[in-house]
Nanobody, 123 residues
Framework: QAQLKESGGGLVQPGGSLRLSCSTT????????MGWYRQAPGKERVLVAT???????NYADSVQGRFTVSGDSAQNTVSLQMNNLEREDTAVYYC?????????????????WGQGTQVTVSS
């Protein structure tokens, strides 16, 4: 099955910027939503930002105004531009793709996760 590949993580100083990118190893169809989650040490994985196939975005309150998610469901790519990074943004960031389709009354859905990329904000 298709796998998600993230890139762009690293070490950055507070106030700096990073851009995360995600692509797939095989074509994924019927994408409904793409985006990013993150997991800080000792904490649960939480939503950062998502974008639907018709362009609607959703952001965690903590990143609103600083992060921007963009995606192309046809190209199977999603990115996260992170500006004005804070120490609290330090986490492993996971790419996420959710597919949905139906045939008659039967519904088909699947969630894909990347392996994660480390983002560390430190001086």
């Amino acid at each position: 099955q298709a796998q998600l590949k993230e890139s762009g993580g690293g070490l950055v100083q507070p106030g700096g910027s990073l851009r995360l990118s995600c692509s797939t190893t095989e074509k994924i169809y019927y994408i409904n939503t793409m985006g990013w989650y993150r997991q800080a040490p000792g904490k649960e994985r939480v939503l950062v930002a998502t974008i639907t196939n018709d362009g609607r975005t959703n952001y965690a309150d903590s990143v609103q105004g600083r992060f921007t998610v963009s995606g192309d469901s046809a190209q199977n790519t999603v990115s996260l531009q992170m500006n004005n990074l804070e120490r609290e943004d330090t986490a492993v960031y996971y790419c996420y793709i959710y597919t949905w389709s139906h045939k008659g009354w039967d519904v088909y859905s699947k969630t894909y996760w990347g392996q994660g990329t480390q983002v560390t904000v430190s001086s």
